[in-house]
């Protein structure tokens, strides 16, 4: 459910056409030809070409960050590259994209520049204080995207390494799924994931470990043929379980896959190969999807409800089993053995990186994560990159609060006039979301992003903070995140939206204040009339967006409940029909509220049809009990696969989405008597250039500029 | 005064049934004396939905021929509906019928306004299945046409030719409705299930989007000589015909 579909969703329920393209398609033209030519001249191969022209870019690219322009100077200056880059940005190509990249860093490093030299106060006054955090919040989110530009153009390359020909020699690999607070629905998932792996079958064996013993998990495992471990420790930690699983297993390899997604199918085919290749090799970590798309481009999805690692880890038990984990509580069990297995002397191996784990500052202050494993600059920078992703939420409040620090405080966090600053920040502004939308593609919408930061922020700003000072509460976070789980504990919800309304009613205050301001509009309150009320207008919508989402949470955990009541339809053997409700809806035991009594057999053959907006789902039936006017009936298992599909995507609120959004004028914000005449306004200046194009191509000048299109 | 045409091109589609008890749903929702049903079917089988005498041999037939208003073989029914059966008619009458039906393309409506209803009146017209010259009076005069199909291939196939006619009408009937009705849909029946899949596909907006349902009670009802909303108040067929009533109400409105 990203932003297109509910778009789409929201204009099929108005009844409005479908757009066939929301962007149009990349061109390819003269830009493309120039490039191409540009890259491929022989000049590059000269000796000591590229350092030189590196450098020599370097020393430019620091130059032009340090030059004073006046204000209208540096006007010019980015209304040229601005319409350079509006004007590029319509072409594909990868150099196109390098080009956007970089006239964005350069833009913004000035923008950042002239903050750091030339907005702050003077002295440590509390100007200078707030000023400076304010800048180094700035900072922050730049090295962020600059840190994503760079590993999207230098993205890590995989290796495989290839298994020999003769399966005989493959190592047998015990596999070990940890299932603890995992419902029989993904452990079934997951099992069959894990036996879809390609590897001989007497070679694997796959074993589900428990956090207590459950009956119908170990039913599900042996119609499997998997080995079911139960522990009796109620530890909600996997590295636990997998801990004393390597004692009582006896595969050459051990994979773990912990989190709620289960690796490709030639998983095992791609990494065995290490282990027999390099016989000291103990340990080889991978993301889920080593060779998958990467679906993420700037931001790594972190949301609430998803287990902390999504990472596989394969291991050679042998040497893992030389030590003993004297910290079960450390949630990211693969980083640990990594750990163990480098002081050991062993060679661990990465694959990949991972960008998506939460708790990173923990690794980070416990393991000095950056100088102990062997990693390439790529993967430093990427976990530098995940890092600073983490403390996003501290900017992100500083934001927040910063033009409040002005407008109930009178603390001059910028020291400048609004056209200079205009000057400096809207390229900046520019070039980044044109850079940005050029890396992110379709994938991901300017705003969302923030909204989804933005109620994330909260949540891990505790956390953030806690772990960094002490270890110990990170076993807190774990017991914090499986209640999550939870969804009906609404303390929960208080905890999100309570500081979100706090910030946003201090925000209100700061507009109401800064209107009030009694030298609004002239005089030296000018700025706050161009910046702060404009920025605290900007911090009301995100954090309205924001606790609009919170109540959406609430609304679906609401309709989850009643959700249960549906229209349903009983058909009884006779062929009579009976117009009825559910009482329970999702669950496999359902009940019926019939409108009347009447008598029908145990165990007879009923078929039941649930009606969800104009569908209709039949499902066959058996009668378990009728008492009074309830009816209990059991879904038969052909159909229970259909059945929860049917529940799940009900449940999942989708087609809903457009119901919740505001109704068919929403893509109208402006009323009749405003828009209309803009619209037409405009329409009447597009028909007047496109008259006047016409003109002079016919004239003299377009007949010359045409022979000279036809001659090159 | 609006006025309803039930049509299908096919036979067996259950046509004169939806008709019936359509209209005593709408008698539910809208009152009594409102809602008229006139039996322009030969096979002169409304009358069996409401339990009438079958004695009287008076109907619509018979008093156009005799150039007489048709408020005299309106018959009262105990549902709230008034019916107009086609009445008893041999081989000549009704071919005598036809052939003024065919002089006069008006002469449906004209008796409908002789009738002088209130103004927020309900007529259903039920018509013989096929192209017959009663289809082209009622989709002449007609506000809503309801199409009535079965879910099944031959139904699916009639489609064109319906397509085609209502386009040939479309000159003289440019102010009515139509929509299509699926009857007796059945999701066990895989057949059925899939046919209803592709109408949906095929006529999308153009189909009604309550289906009524196969449900054992309504030739039961018959049997009883009840609408299916008394016999069988609380059977899914009843439930879609009080929704498809309301549709239709909403529809007119509109």
Redesign the interface.
Known sequence: MNPKVVLSLWRARWDKTADTAFKRPYLQGKPNAWGRRLTHTGLWSLPAAVPITSLASLALLLWMLSIQFSQGGQLAFSLVFAGFAVYIRRYGGTLVTLTLLGMSLLMSARYLYWRFTSTLGSGFSSDFVLGFGLCVAEFHLWALSVLGFVHKVWPLQHASSRLPAEQDTWPTVDVYLPIQGCDLATILQRCSNAFALDWPREKLQVFLLDGEPRDAAMDLAASFGATYIGYVDKASDASVHVNQALSQTDGELVAIFDGNRSPEKNFLQMTAGWFVRDQSLGMLRTPQNPLGAEVVTSNPPLLPSMTSSISCAIVRRSMVVEFDDEKPGMTNLSEHIARKLHVLGFGSGYIGFNTNRIPSADIFRVDQQLSSTPQIWQQRFAALRSMLHFYLPIPRWVFFTAPLAYLLAGVHVIQTNPGLLAAYAVPHFLHGYIAKGRLGGSKRLALWADVRDTVLGWYMLLPTTFSVVRTEISQTLAAIRTGFKDQSREPFHWTLSLPYSIVLLLNLFGLVAGMANPQWPQGNASIDSTLYLPWCVCNVMLLAATLAVAEEGRHIRQQTRKLSRMPA?L?LP??????CETENFPETALSLLL??SMHIDNGSEV?V?IFCG?Q???F?TRVVSLEGSVLSVRIDESALDRYQNVGAAILSRGPDWPGWLPGPNADHPLPKWLGKPIDSTWLKMKTLSEKLGNTIGRSWLGRWIQKRKIQT | MSVIGVVSMKGGVGKTSVTANLAAAMARVLGPRRVSVVDLDPQNAMRWHFGLDGSSSAGGCNQSLDGKPWNHAVLATAFDVTCLPYGEADETEREAYESLLAREPDWISTQLQRARLDRDAVVLIDTPPGPSVYLKQVLACADLVLIVLLADASSYATIPAMESWLHEMAAISARSKCAYVLNQVDRTDPLNRDVTALLQKHLGARLVPIHIHRDEAVGEALAFQQPVLIYAPHGQASHDLARLAGWVIDTLNR
């Open positions: 339809m058909q006779s062929g009579h029909t009976l117009s409108p009347i078929n049809s104009l209709e789902y039949g066959p």
